[in-house]
């Protein structure tokens, strides 16, 4: 199993970044412009969609406004069986966002490109948080040929 | 074992791309400015310095211009024994980058860090690479209150 790990600082509440990652406003705000559905009690179900394909999430897990873990319902093979876990913690004037997407089968070229793709998602939800603008798909920042 | 894992797609040649990864000029250019050494032959140390610490890095293994791996001689506690390697391969217009942090002892929260921070260096490489301009400490993006 492999895992992508990230580490973002907030400078707001766990509260406005709770509420980023299980509102449907906050998640199309920084993710991805076509999200459907909120994210804020489990066994909801949230739709994200892209220019190339999307995901559906299953909310198994909430400890407002400290722990999030999300299910993949459906999406790409090799994201079927993973797990995506947003825990948050107060540092002085941050919120510290430990990331986790965990328990890929294989460390497969797909699995670099969206470790690299989710630092980028999360300095959008750092900006979102703190400035009221973040990049959501289809506005993200680019990193390789695959988007 | 942890590792990290990212992918870079870069607009310019295999070794406009090696150049910046094995030159004292290229490396100053996107990871850190107060870099000191080429890393352009096997058993070559490269000296980084941040405004927090730094690492020294042996070259180990060199194919020009599609791999390059380096030991970290000295550094902070948690890379001592860690392997970092660069993988370039050509994808019509683009040269790929498959960046690997690999054998990390545990996944602590440092490298949470690091991880995403290797994201924002690698982002560095690819504007420095595709524009003339990157983004190397001390004026790298900041992601949280370590940096």
Same mark, same amino acid.
């Given at each position: 199993m492999a895992d992508i790990l990230h580490r973002v600082g907030i400078r707001a509440s766990a509260d406005a970044v709770y509420r980023a990652l299980t509102t449907q406003q906050g998640l199309a705000g920084w993710w991805t412009s076509q999200t459907k559905g @909120? /994210? @804020?009690? #489990? /066994?909801k179900i949230i739709e994200f969609r892209f220019g190339a394909g999307g995901f559906d999430m299953r909310v #198994? $897990?909430?400890?407002?406004p400290m722990f999030i873990r999300w299910e #993949?319902? $459906?999406?790409p093979e090799e994201w079927l069986g993973t797990t995506i876990e947003f825990e948050l913690k107060q540092d002085g004037e941050y919120t510290i966002v430990l990331f986790k997407h965990l328990d890929w089968k294989e460390p497969v070229e797909f699995m670099h490109h969206c470790s690299t793709k989710w630092a980028i998602f999360l300095m959008s939800l750092k900006s979102l948080v703190e400035s009221g603008k973040g990049n959501p798909d289809p506005h993200d920042v680019k990193i390789d040929n695959w988007n």
């Open positions: @909120d /994210g @804020d009690q #489990v /066994g #198994v $897990t909430l400890t407002p #993949v319902a $459906t999406g």
